[in-house]
């Protein structure tokens, strides 16, 4: 049974509409993800990240969590982990590498662009997903930019 999970390089694994996380429950999750970003994370991030609604009633309790800072930049609420935070917050001033998909994580959103051609760049990383491939948003962006292809994209933020 140990060796049935395959988790992904944030500790989650999906099950069907399941979420399973290596680190505990969702509060433990949250303040593993924060601690491990290179420059914290905003809701929408988190939100993403273990599939729940950016407004969700996590993130006034999150604001409060021991060892995770919350911070206004650029007009969003950014989580920190009070540990790294000197390390993160730096990392948000500096450009940042992000990291380019791999071919059939390209195929898979190509295949996802020609069948939705008018999906936004959080509908294709819906759809992506739902082929059981976890590629973030910022990756599709980046991927999608890249190639000239954004444009045809509304709502890209």
């Known amino acids: ?11 989650i ?7 399973f996380s290596q680190y505990g429950n969702l509060m433990q999750t949250i303040s593993q993800l924060i601690e491990r970003s290179e420059t914290g994370l905003n809701a929408r991030q988190i939100a993403q990240l273990v599939e729940i609604v950016p407004n969700s009633s996590v993130f ?3 604001q409060h969590a021991p060892g ?3 911070e206004k930049h650029q007009g969003r609420f950014v989580y920190f982990s009070e540990e790294k935070y000197q390390e993160q917050k730096s990392g948000l001033s500096r ?4 990291r380019f998909p791999t071919d059939s994580e390209s195929v898979m959103i190509l295949v996802q662009l020609v069948k939705y051609p008018h999906s936004s760049i959080e509908e294709l990383f819906e759809r992506v997903a739902e082929q059981g491939i976890r ?3 910022q990756v599709i962006e980046a991927f999608l930019n890249h190639h000239g292809l954004l444009k045809k994209i509304p709502d890209t933020k």
């Open 1 to 11: 049974l140990p060796g049935i999970p395959r988790f992904d390089e944030h500790g």
């Open 13 to 19: 694994w999906k099950y069907r509409e399941i979420l």
């Open 60 to 62: 006034s309790r999150l």
């Open 68 to 70: 995770i800072r919350r």
């Open 95 to 98: 450009p940042h590498h992000v």
């Open 135 to 137: 590629i973030e948003p």
